[in-house]
């Protein structure tokens, strides 16, 4: 019982805030990989042949249904020579993708069946007919989802603490163990997560609305 | 992988007590967020606006704060600031709970408040009392609407349980971590533990199906027998997502 003792949780701030670094550049390079591989992803899940639909939706269903700490844990374990922070990006990255494909899909299927047609009309590629047509419609309307996943992403990254990736809550264990201060260390980290989190659904809240969803 | 074969043998007792403390994080988890939804969820269309207020405080406090962050607060940080220690499966259950239970209560407040108006209007016409009218009228026809996102959200709850291993709960991931250990075979390993939560999340899928098609039966909609097998459609992810129910 020895309550909240202010003056270790002034001490521990600057290496939460350097954790916190860590943490923000995770989930900007983690985001990037979703969006962009989840893209191709639902783009593959469209494809003419059964051959790469059937497999595609199968392993997106798999990455989807098993734990995220499990898959970082095991690409660790399986590449010692990689660098922490790199698996733990791009783990994050095929974890969320299997997540942002879906949104894509629901995107894509959003635009109207007219828009295909006009283009099979006009006898576009294929290739032009994604990039002109249908893909700058169903990105617009999925931007909000995507950020949702962001933030959800920004409140997952403390699973890389685990493989000892030096983000925020690594950083925040560290000092509770070296001080014997984990309420005030873990207080803090919970806070800025707060803090930071907030503002952010509010603002993705916003663009829904704006959007028209 | 013949090692890891025999050494999972061997094993069995161990991984059966393992896949219990998994179980039982998962459901006593999932009980309490169910009732935490419900009560946060109600008090969310309540009219008054320090109900409302209250109810929006905890949420976005329980939803902003991250779980990791809940569960470690939890067995680490509050041991030493109340005095109370809790073992690591009741951590586990609480803070899952707490969690889970801030989304869920969005899921609750968007079903109801999509049962169509005319249905409040008529249960109002027939001099029904409000909680008559909640219980009879409004949340059967908003339950069949929530299943599916609960459904997601029991996956999701599922696949935080091996959180469990690092406050030293023996839950399955901690098994197998110990397995694997001995038996240095990393890949086999760690695929076993990815196929064990891939099985009892499509288990749990499918328990969610029967649930969502006798509510569907009891209000008289269509139920197809081909929706029994399917997995979580790709409508309700993204309704999750949009709703932030992650």
Same mark, same amino acid.
């Not at chain 2, 992988?1 to 994080?25: C, K, Y």
């Not at chain 2, 405080?57 to 607060?73: A, D, K, M, N, P």
């Given at each position: 019982?020895?309550?909240?003792?202010?003056?270790?949780?002034?001490?521990?701030?600057?290496?939460?805030?350097?954790?916190?670094?860590?943490?923000?550049?995770?989930?900007?390079?983690?985001?990037?990989?979703?969006?962009?591989?989840?893209?191709?992803?639902?783009?593959?899940?469209?494809?003419?042949?059964?051959?790469?639909? *059937?497999?595609?939706?199968?392993?997106?269903?798999?990455?989807?249904?098993?734990?995220?700490?499990? %898959? !970082?844990?095991?690409?660790?374990?399986?590449?010692?020579?990689?660098?922490?922070?790199?698996?733990?990006?791009?783990?994050?990255?095929?974890?969320? #993708? #299997?997540?942002?494909?879906? *949104?894509?899909?629901?995107?894509?299927?959003?635009?109207?069946?007219? %828009?295909?047609?006009?283009?099979?009309?006009?006898?576009?590629?294929?290739?032009?007919?994604?990039?002109?047509?249908?893909?700058? %419609?169903?990105?617009?309307? *999925?931007?909000?989802?995507?950020?949702?996943?962001?933030?959800?992403?920004?409140?997952?990254?403390?699973?890389?603490?685990?493989?000892?990736? %030096?983000?925020?809550?690594?950083?925040?264990?560290?000092?509770? #163990?070296?001080?014997? #201060?984990?309420?005030?260390?873990?207080?803090?980290?919970? !806070?800025?997560? !707060?803090?930071?989190?907030?503002?952010?659904?509010? !603002?993705?809240?916003?663009?829904?609305?704006?959007?028209?969803? | 992988?013949?090692?890891?074969?025999?050494?999972?043998?061997?094993?069995?007792?161990?991984?059966?007590?393992?896949?219990?403390?998994?179980?039982?994080?998962?459901?006593? @988890?999932?009980?309490?967020?169910?009732?935490?939804?419900?009560?946060? @969820?109600?008090?969310?269309?309540?009219?008054?606006?320090?109900?409302?207020?209250?109810? =929006?405080?905890?949420?976005?406090?329980?939803? @902003?704060?991250?779980?990791?962050?809940? &569960?470690?607060?939890?067995?680490?940080?509050?041991?030493?600031?109340?005095?109370?220690?809790?073992?690591?499966?009741?951590?586990?259950?609480?803070?899952?709970? &707490? +969690?889970?239970?801030?989304?869920?209560?969005?899921?609750?407040?968007?079903?109801?408040?999509?049962?169509?108006?005319?249905?409040?209007?008529?249960?109002?016409?027939?001099?029904?009392?409000?909680?008559?009218?909640?219980?009879?009228?409004?949340?059967? /026809?908003?339950?069949? /609407?929530?299943?599916?996102?609960?459904? +997601?959200?029991?996956?999701?709850?599922?696949?935080?349980?091996?959180?469990?291993?690092?406050?030293?709960?023996?839950? &399955?991931?901690?098994?197998? /971590?110990?397995?694997?250990? =001995?038996?240095?075979?990393?890949?086999?390993?760690?695929?076993?533990?990815?196929?064990?939560?891939?099985?009892?999340?499509?288990?749990?899928?499918?328990?969610? +199906?029967?649930?969502?098609?006798?509510?569907?039966?009891?209000?008289?909609?269509?139920?197809?027998?081909?929706?029994?097998?399917?997995?979580?459609?790709?409508?309700?992810?993204?309704?999750?997502?949009?709703? @932030?129910?992650?």
């Amino acid at each position: 019982m020895n309550g909240f003792d202010w003056n270790a949780a002034r001490d521990a701030l600057p290496l939460v805030l350097e954790g916190f670094r860590v943490t923000l550049l995770a989930t900007v390079l983690g985001t990037l990989v979703a969006a962009v591989l989840g893209l191709a992803v639902a783009v593959a899940g469209r494809a003419p042949s059964r051959f790469v639909t *059937v497999p595609v939706r199968i392993v997106t269903e798999f990455i989807r249904s098993t734990p995220l700490l499990v %898959q !970082l844990v095991g690409a660790a374990a399986l590449f010692t020579s990689v660098e922490p922070l790199t698996i733990g990006i791009a783990v994050l990255g095929v974890h969320y #993708a #299997a997540y942002t494909a879906e *949104v894509y899909r629901a995107g894509i299927d959003g635009v109207p069946k007219g %828009q295909w047609e006009a283009c099979r009309a006009l006898s576009l590629t294929p290739r032009r007919t994604w990039q002109a047509v249908i893909l700058p %419609q169903a990105v617009r309307n *999925v931007l909000p989802a995507l950020g949702n996943y962001a933030i959800s992403m920004f409140k997952e990254t403390p699973f890389l603490a685990v493989i000892t990736v %030096q983000e925020m809550v690594f950083e925040a264990r560290k000092y509770g #163990a070296d001080h014997f #201060a984990y309420t005030e260390a873990f207080t803090l980290a919970g !806070l800025v997560f !707060l803090v930071a989190s907030y503002p952010t659904s509010l !603002l993705m809240r916003k663009l829904e609305k704006r959007l028209g969803h | 992988m013949s090692d890891f074969l025999s050494a999972f043998v061997d094993d069995l007792p161990q991984l059966r007590s393992g896949l219990w403390v998994t179980l039982q994080a998962t459901v006593l @988890g999932a009980l309490l967020a169910l009732l935490l939804s419900f009560v946060l @969820g109600l008090m969310s269309v309540s009219r008054l606006l320090v109900t409302r207020g209250v109810s =929006r405080v905890v949420v976005e406090f329980f939803r @902003g704060t991250s779980l990791y962050i809940q &569960l470690f607060w939890l067995y680490y940080a509050m041991p030493p600031l109340t005095g109370y220690e809790l073992t690591p499966l009741l951590c586990g259950v609480v803070a899952f709970g &707490l +969690n889970y239970g801030a989304y869920g209560s969005e899921v609750v407040r968007g079903a109801i408040s999509s049962v169509p108006r005319a249905q409040y209007e008529a249960a109002v016409a027939l001099n029904m009392t409000p909680l008559y009218r909640m219980r009879k009228v409004i949340i059967p /026809q908003a339950w069949v /609407q929530m299943i599916p996102s609960f459904t +997601n959200l029991l996956i999701q709850l599922l696949k935080c349980t091996p959180l469990l291993w690092l406050i030293s709960a023996a839950d &399955l991931m901690t098994v197998i /971590q110990q397995l694997r250990d =001995r038996t240095g075979e990393t890949l086999t390993a760690y695929l076993t533990l990815l196929v064990a939560y891939f099985v009892l999340a499509y288990a749990l899928t499918l328990l969610m +199906n029967l649930l969502e098609r006798s509510a569907k039966r009891r209000l008289g909609l269509p139920t197809g027998a081909g929706s029994l097998l399917r997995s979580r459609s790709a409508t309700e992810a993204v309704a999750s997502a949009a709703g @932030g129910a992650r």
